[in-house]
């Protein structure tokens, strides 16, 4: 057997994509897409699988478009074959790719007209949407904990990762030379005792772990600590009748903060007020969530017992067009507005700021990590003046930071789900994360458990 890494790894935390060959079969677990910048682009441009049409299976872990957006090119290239993953996942990885394909093509509309002017070839896209329409086509949805076969010599099983809904780790069993290994991949692992989702599912034992590192070298915030402090600005805020502007990613972060402003509403910590979903793709996500609750943790379940949390979320209102999102800025508050992106790098949020953040009386809560250059992250350092849409506009609401949310596990988190396959002593290989984090969880790793790691390049195969 043998695992070429085509993504996640070099330092890298997107375009995760594992290709997996035995004696017998070939098969892929998650084509992501490369994210940040021109460096990216072109990496995505690059064709990582040549011989697509010999893979036997695909597995995907789940629908966020670093492990999910390099999908139709593989249809490009000729694969046919069953795509794998929760069902839950099919329906927010349909969400997120065709979105993905019609954002490619507006940007590369405005880039050839300007390589037009300029006198030079026009780009092709990466994919379009008939080629996301035809991957979509090849998904199989399969329900947790079922062992099924996926290639020849070759089960699957999928457990709950507690990242997103539908999120998966995948276990791996193989039969190659008359020996069965079991190979563990962590996919994307969530939080523990995180409102909203069940806790990562463990394993016992594991011949092979591949795992995830992205907050390797560090840890979060306390969520109940995160959670009273959310609650405490939000009650302030509603106090002083003050238009509340939420930056936030569609597919999970969206939905925590419905819940937990329905927590609000039903246990009286505020008196109930409007609140809007100003992102399309945001309420297509709650829409799907909304038919997966039973994929939700036993606190929400008994929750619903009591009385359905929907009666609690009545004057959460959906502005799915343009003309009802502009309708949102005369507005008076209290009022919450959550709108994409979550780093303020495109989308709704932008024409929200630049009409109330020079009010005094708007406030602004950060609920995600906001990247390098982003307009997020230089709110959160606290500039006093911004430049939305080329025009300079003054910071005069306030800013609050909460950095508790995170969906992927801590550290001590990432080395508690380990543990439970530690005695078996699994050769462990160590990817998605920057290198200073890889580094750090494969030293605690050795230091807590005796476990050497591996440590893949971009590229790299390795031989087991």
């Known amino acids: 057997m043998k695992i070429g890494f085509l993504g996640a790894a070099s330092g890298e935390v997107t375009g995760s994509a594992y290709h997996v060959r035995t004696d017998r079969a070939e098969v892929m677990v998650d084509f992501g897409l490369f994210q940040g910048g021109r460096r990216?682009?072109?990496?995505?441009?690059?064709?990582?699988?040549?011989?697509?049409?010999?893979?036997?299976?695909?597995?995907?872990?789940?629908?966020?478009?670093?492990?999910?957006?390099?999908?139709?090119?593989?249809?490009?290239?000729?694969?046919?074959?069953?795509?794998?993953?929760?069902?839950?996942?099919?329906?927010?990885?349909?969400?997120?790719?065709?979105?993905?394909?019609?954002?490619?093509?507006?940007?590369?509309?405005?880039?050839?007209?300007?390589?037009?002017?300029?006198?030079?070839?026009?780009?092709?896209?990466?994919?379009?949407?008939?080629?996301?329409?035809?991957?979509?086509t090849q998904f199989r949805a399969v329900p947790y904990g079922e062992r099924l076969t996926v290639a020849p010599g070759i089960e699957a099983r999928f457990v709950d990762a507690g990242h997103i809904i539908g999120s998966a780790s995948v276990e791996l069993l193989v039969?190659?030379?008359?020996?069965?290994?079991?190979?563990?991949?962590?996919?994307?692992?969530?939080?523990?005792?995180?409102?909203?989702?069940?806790?990562?599912?463990?394993?016992?034992?594991?011949?092979?772990?591949?795992?995830?590192?992205?907050?390797?070298?560090?840890?979060?915030?306390?969520?109940?600590?995160?959670?009273?402090?959310?609650?405490?600005?939000?009650?302030?805020?509603?106090?002083?009748?003050?238009?509340?502007?939420?930056?936030?990613?569609?597919?999970?972060?969206?939905?925590?903060?419905?819940?937990?402003?329905?927590?609000?509403?039903?246990?009286?910590?505020?008196?109930?007020?409007?609140?809007?979903?100003?992102?399309?793709?945001?309420?297509?996500?709650?829409?799907?969530?909304?038919?997966?609750?039973?994929?939700?943790?036993?606190?929400?379940q008994a929750l619903q017992r009591q009385k359905p949390l929907a009666e609690d979320m009545r004057s959460v209102k959906a502005t799915a067009t343009p003309d009802q999102s502009k309708r949102l800025n005369d507005l008076e508050g209290p009022c919450l507005i959550l709108a994409g992106s979550g780093m303020c790098t495109a989308g709704r949020i932008l024409h929200h700021l630049k009409q109330n953040l020079w009010r005094e009386g708007t406030s602004v809560i950060f609920v995600g990590f906001q990247g390098q250059g982003t307009l997020g992250r230089q709110l959160v350092e606290g500039a006093k003046t911004v430049k939305i849409f080329g025009e300079k506009i003054a910071v005069r609401a306030r800013i609050y930071t909460l950095g508790g949310f995170s969906a992927h596990a801590g550290q001590s988190e990432l080395l508690d789900w380990l543990g439970t396959m530690a005695a078996s002593r699994p050769k462990l290989i160590i990817t998605h994360g920057e290198e200073k984090a890889r580094m750090a969880l494969a030293d605690k790793a050795k230091e807590r458990f005796g476990l050497k790691s591996l440590i893949p390049e971009a590229g790299q195969v390795i031989d087991l």
């Open 175 to 300: 039969q190659e030379n008359g020996r069965r290994r079991q190979v563990v991949f962590s996919g994307d692992l969530g939080r523990s005792n995180a409102p909203l989702m069940r806790d990562p599912e463990v394993f016992c034992k594991a011949d092979i772990v591949i795992m995830e590192s992205t907050y390797g070298d560090r840890e979060h915030k306390p969520l109940d600590g995160t959670v009273a402090e959310f609650e405490s600005i939000v009650a302030d805020a509603v106090a002083r009748h003050s238009k509340i502007l939420v930056p936030t990613f569609a597919v999970g972060r969206a939905q925590l903060m419905l819940y937990l402003l329905a927590l609000m509403f039903r246990n009286r910590v505020v008196p109930t007020f409007p609140v809007f979903i100003d992102s399309p793709m945001a309420i297509e996500a709650t829409r799907i969530c909304g038919r997966h609750l039973d994929l939700y943790d036993e606190e929400f």
């Open 40 to 136: 990216a682009d072109a990496a995505n441009r690059v064709t990582a699988l040549r011989r697509a049409a010999d893979l036997d299976a695909v597995l995907l872990t789940h629908g966020h478009l670093d492990h999910c957006g390099r999908l139709p090119l593989l249809v490009k290239a000729g694969y046919r074959g069953p795509v794998f993953c929760t069902e839950a996942t099919r329906e927010i990885a349909a969400l997120i790719l065709r979105d993905s394909a019609h954002v490619q093509e507006q940007d590369l509309n405005r880039t050839n007209r300007r390589r037009e002017r300029a006198g030079q070839e026009p780009l092709e896209p990466l994919y379009t949407a008939a080629d996301v329409e035809a991957i979509l």
